[in-house]
């Protein structure tokens, strides 16, 4: 048997000041949109929708995920499969 050492643990790196304002920035607008979201939300509580309008919202949300994941998994598939080196030839390099 061989034996197997651990893994070493690896650093923490530290956030640079502009990488700290950035975080804190896309933190912000995620509290806005968070924050804008549930005040439309609330703000229409009062308006009714019809089942026509249920079955609309839903197969809208349902084939945007469909899009979206099938989107990403070509992708992907593209990414592993080695087809995005052929759109920079000029980093590509010649087996000669």
């Given amino acids: 048997m061989t034996n197997i050492s651990p893994p070493e643990p690896t650093r923490r790196v530290k956030l640079s000041g502009s990488q700290f304002l950035l ?6 607008i995620l509290l806005i949109t968070v924050i804008w979201a549930v005040t439309v ?7 009714p ?6 079955i609309a919202l839903g197969l809208g949300t349902f084939f945007s995920l469909v899009i979206g994941c099938g989107l990403m998994a070509l992708m992907f598939y593209s990414s592993r499969s080695g087809h995005d080196e052929a759109a920079t030839p000029k980093i590509r390099k010649d087996d000669t």
Avoid: I, P, R
């Fill in 23 to 28: 975080l804190g920035t896309l933190c912000a």
């Fill in 41 to 47: 939300w609330t703000s229409s509580n009062d308006v």
């Fill in 49 to 54: 929708m019809s089942k026509d309008g249920w």
